[in-house]
């Protein structure tokens, strides 16, 4: 089997959300692709202040099953790690959007 490269990885993860009814969303709440962000269980110095990854997607699936169960917005990101995340092979993440913080300069 063929690694795959970066983009390719991400085209497979983007269909994938998009055969599950997931579009591509500009912005939410000060999260836009190409932002540095960490995700919440990230809570060392350097996470807090840097972020470890970029957004390279961000995707909401409208009134799906999970917003209609928890009243709130089913908003998907897929990640660039700077480090593969516990051994991963990948550096890409998915994760949902309350997992998501944005880094605070004043760290």
């Given at each position: 089997?063929?690694?795959?490269?970066?983009?390719?990885?991400?085209?497979?993860?983007?269909a994938e959300l998009l055969a599950h009814g997931y579009v591509d969303l500009p912005e939410h709440n000060g999260i836009t692709v190409g932002a540095r962000v960490h995700h919440r269980n990230?809570?060392?110095?350097?996470?807090?202040?840097?972020?470890?990854?970029?957004?390279l997607a961000l995707m909401e699936r409208v009134d799906s099953p999970w917003?209609?169960?928890?009243?709130?917005?089913?908003?998907?990101?897929?990640?660039?790690?700077?480090?593969?995340?516990?051994?991963?092979?990948?550096?890409?993440?998915?994760?949902?959007d309350y997992h998501t913080r944005i880094p605070r300069a004043d760290w």
């Open positions: 089997m063929t690694d795959l490269t970066i983009d390719q990885e991400l085209e497979q993860n983007r990230e809570r060392y110095y350097e996470a807090l202040r840097d972020g470890t990854a970029t957004v917003s209609r169960e928890w009243r709130q917005r089913d908003i998907e990101l897929i990640v660039r790690r700077d480090k593969p995340f516990l051994g991963a092979g990948s550096l890409l993440s998915k994760w949902a």
